[in-house]
């Protein structure tokens, strides 16, 4: 959830579309517990346990696919304020009378139920085997990866809870296709303090009159719109110390100071009441007086009557003026004692532990956290999902495949060796250039060495999707989207595999292949133009003939000769020889809407 009031809707308007290569070679840091809640919404019932198949397949697909380092962090100890709104939202969701709501002493947390436990620990054991960075928040997950993208260790952020900008975030992804061409959805608090004018501080405030998921309630009959409006009358050093002095009953000083500039922008020396108008023509004087002299407005002469007014005309003269920008700050001036009015009826208001809680800079078990990528531990892999999925072994370990090569061809471009891929397959060479969702990929093509023993990942399944289930919901199509599947192939007695690589990482990899393949790719293209060219070049006037003809649109009934239309003639012919009297039957020549209105008008 995070800050409520439809903040999402709020920063909707700044939200980036970033494509493919967003995140290629950079750090981002996932909470985990926004995956499995995805997750088990979007596909509970339809697969054998969602949260660990989809962790597993989008784990994949981050790494390989969009060539990201993920660092995942799972929640610590929620707070005792978490606890006692995770209580009141149970509350509310069940129907149940707030009335008879238990009192949660101060300091006493609330652990989430067993299940959930159960699930980001069976999650955490299929990471690390994976080789991914699993880190533990002292509270919430999202806190933790805030503090990691501001303190610039990872990029951005993978969460759908809108706080995380107020622990400190600079980049948030909120969303995650994976068929699309721009499969990003992210928000950088850049482009919200351009757009809507509001800082961290502005953020914080905001979700203490608004409710958050430490306070629910917030200020009773305020809104995002009223708090968006009410946060910019101050600047980002004292907002906080201003809802400060509100809360503590000081409104009616704070109203001398909200709206400083437009009360120092009146002056003094300006008459204070307004003059009186023409009552014909609307302009400053009487209608008297502008008969007998004239209307400077009107552009009259002295003993001409003055323009008549329109219908809903307003003078624009200085006094005028000025009455209407007294009516607008008063109005401005009223709203906003109401607004401290509302504030000042709430107890303890603002909550300090929260206000702290956004602010500091410790949100991690580790002061210094370690954050490495080890290889998968594959067979111990294997054995995991065969046990907890019911999976074939050979369908495991060839949806890792993408991952596998990716870390092979990122260990070659950094230090080349003479290792193999799984120790089983060399690079053996690129196909062709693949185009997908508007990218392009290298078809790499993997041989299988001669001295390796033939092993589970040779055999592929040829129906593997019915081990995840028969059935799949409309909505999660981007969840249930598996890695690309390697293709097999076997040719003089020797196995293949083909596989969709990054064409950056090739080449940083394997420079002579790529020059290889570009080299062959340009040859095979100019011996086409020669060919092309030579057949124009030995063209006979037969054929030119016969080709511009060709360029002649023909008729619907040229193009589609009908049988039927020789069988009709050869029947008229065989009548007309036996029996001469007979009606003569209709020329076949007529056209379509002449025969219908022959037999039908």
Not at 112 to 122: A, D, I, P, Q, T
Not at 295 to 306: D, I, K, L, V
Not at 478 to 488: A, G, K, R, T, Y
Not at 524 to 551: A, C, D
Request: proline share 4%.
């Amino acid at each position: 959830m995070g800050v409520g009031g439809n903040f999402w809707d709020l920063l909707k308007p700044y939200a980036r579309h970033e494509g493919f290569d967003f995140l290629r070679n950079k750090r981002v840091a996932v909470d985990l517990s926004y995956w499995i809640v995805q997750h088990e919404t979007a596909i509970k019932g339809f697969a054998r346990k969602p949260h660990l198949r989809l962790t597993f397949f989008r784990t994949i697909n981050l790494f390989s696919k969009f060539g990201a380092y993920p660092v995942f962090v799972v929640d610590g100890t929620p707070s005792s304020l978490k606890s006692q709104a995770r209580a009141v939202r149970f509350f509310r969701a069940s129907g149940l009378d707030l009335s008879s709501f238990p009192v949660v002493e101060e300091g006493v947390s609330v652990k989430r139920n067993s299940r959930f436990v159960k699930y980001v620990e069976e999650c955490v054991v299929l990471l690390e085997l994976l080789g991914m960075p699993v880190l533990k928040a002292k509270g919430e997950a999202e806190a933790l990866c805030a503090q990691l993208n501001r303190e610039g260790i990872v990029d951005a952020c993978i969460t759908a809870d809108s706080d995380a900008f107020l622990f400190g975030a600079q980049c948030i992804i909120k969303r995650l296709q994976i068929n699309s061409k721009e499969p990003f959805e992210c928000y950088h608090i850049s482009d919200i303090e351009a757009g809507l004018g509001l800082t961290r501080n502005h953020l914080i405030a905001i979700s203490l009159l608004v409710g958050s998921d430490h306070d629910l309630s917030g200020v009773a009959g305020i809104g995002i719109d009223t708090a968006l409006r009410f946060v910019k009358c101050f600047s980002e050093d004292e907002i906080l110390n201003r809802l400060h002095e509100i809360g503590r009953g000081g409104a009616l000083v704070i109203q001398g100071s909200i709206d400083s500039e437009v009360l120092r922008s009146s002056d003094e020396n300006l008459p204070k009441t307004k003059s009186s108008h023409c009552s014909h023509c609307g302009h400053p004087g009487s209608k008297i007086s502008h008969l007998k002299f004239s209307c400077e407005y009107c552009g009259s002469t002295a003993g001409q009557s003055c323009k008549q007014k329109f219908v809903g005309f307003k003078c624009d003269c200085l006094s005028c003026d000025l009455e209407k920008k007294e009516k607008e700050r008063k109005k401005k001036e009223n709203w906003q004692i109401n607004v401290c009015r509302k504030i000042a009826l709430e107890k303890n208001f603002p909550n300090d532990e929260i206000i702290q809680m956004y602010l500091s800079n410790h949100h991690g078990t580790d002061d210094d956290p370690c954050i490495e990528w080890a290889s998968p531990k594959t067979e111990m892999l294997v054995d995991y999902l065969t046990y907890q999925q019911h999976w074939e072994p050979s369908y495991i370990r060839q949806r890792m495949l993408p991952m596998l090569s990716t870390i092979y061809l990122r260990d070659m471009a950094s230090s080349p060796t003479n290792d193999l891929l799984y120790g089983h397959y060399e690079f053996h060479s690129i196909q062709r250039v693949k185009i997908r969702l508007g990218l392009q990929f290298y078809v790499v093509k993997w041989k299988k060495a001669v001295n390796a023993l033939s092993d589970a990942m040779s055999v592929i399944p040829e129906e593997p999707d019915r081990l995840q289930g028969s059935e799949e919901p409309d909505e999660s199509n981007d969840l249930l989207e598996e890695p690309d599947v390697p293709v097999v192939c076997i040719n003089d007695g020797c196995c293949f595999l083909s596989t969709d690589e990054d064409m950056e990482l090739v080449r940083n990899a394997f420079p002579e292949k790529v020059d290889q393949f570009l080299k062959e790719k340009e040859l095979k293209e100019r011996k086409s133009r020669k060919k092309k060219s030579s057949l124009r070049s030995e063209g006979t006037p037969k054929n030119s003939e016969s080709s511009t003809s060709q360029n002649v649109q023909l008729s619907i009934t040229e193009f589609y000769r009908s049988s039927k239309v020789l069988c009709e003639n050869t029947l008229e012919e065989n009548d007309l020889g036996s029996s001469e009297g007979k009606r003569k039957e209709p020329s076949t020549r007529l056209s379509k809407s002449v025969r219908r209105r022959l037999l039908f008008d």
